[in-house]
């Protein structure tokens, strides 16, 4: 049985023409969904219950669970288990502009980054539409408060995900669905090229973010397999490309790894790589786990690197560190679950 959480708005009126009924049937039962949050097709009383009896032999408005939650300031991490039993996480971090989630797009992931734990646990399948939108909905039904930007970062490569993801787009920025501006709306990829060039093409303004994290394609090929397939020139290309498509700001994520990424000659290369690119850099003091042997680059190290690509006329911040005393990076979570 499908999920009704999974349709956007035309597919669900496709769905209503074919039960021979009429589009705003499926107008009024998005606006119940997301607008009113019902959980039951019960609760809704302006479409016929002989209506909705046929829709419920199709779909399902079954919600998963939240098994975990841990907080700390300003943060709160959520695991939730999913109908097969897998797990996922995400991340709420509030800022003074808002709530922001950070959310899965895979059950692990396959890109194998070598300081990501998510890596480290292979991808068992593709989150589905609707799973990407319960964690929305359900965050929203703990927190008691409207989460106002929407990042897909959380476990997976959302990718390698794309028609799930586009669909997951469309119902979180529908007016009558979540209503978040497509430019509070952030997608992170770690360079499939292919795919970042299709995006270009995707008529909402969504944000995008590369995961860069090196400088060049001898330290990326030994952190990032994907750079094997898609090197350092190549990705660049296609993101030149990108922006003149869109004309919209890339931001580029850089985790700092102490005595890997972190050198000033590192910062100088970066600097010249990006030179005339409209983007920023995010810079990211790495979380570090158990399982992996990374280690976080030194704040002094990490204000030295900040400095050169400023001094270079590149737009840079340092990302604020949230849940230094919970389990903070991505996968994490997930990880200690599965593997007691």
Known sequence: MKNIYGLTLEEMEQVFLNFGSKKFHAQQLFSWLYEKRVESFDAVTNIKKELLEVLEKDYSIQRFSIVDIQEDVDVCKYLFELFDGEHIEAVLMKHDYGNSVCISSQVGCNMGCKFCESGRRKKVRNLETYEMVLQLLMIEKVLGERISHVVVMGIGEPFDNYDHLLSFFKIINHPKGFAIGARHITVSTCGIVPKILEFGDFPLQINLAISLHAPNNSI?????????????????????????????????????????????????????????????????????????????????????????????????????????????ACGQLRSKKEEL
């Open 220 to 328: 990326r090929n030994q952190i990032m397999p994907i750079n094997q397939a898609y090197p350092l020139e190549t990705l660049i290309s296609a993101i030149k490309e990108y922006l003149v498509k869109t004309n919209r700001r890339v931001t580029f994520e850089y985790i700092l790894l102490n005595g890997i990424n972190d050198s000033i000659s590192c910062a100088e290369e970066l600097a010249q790589l990006l030179r005339n690119i409209n983007c920023y850099v995010n810079l990211i003091p790495y979380n570090e786990t158990n399982n992996l042997d990374f280690k976080r680059t030194n704040t002094v190290q990490i204000m030295r690197f900040y400095d050169i690509l400023k001094k270079n006329n590149i737009n840079v911040t340092i990302r604020r560190e949230f849940g230094s005393n919970i389990s903070a």
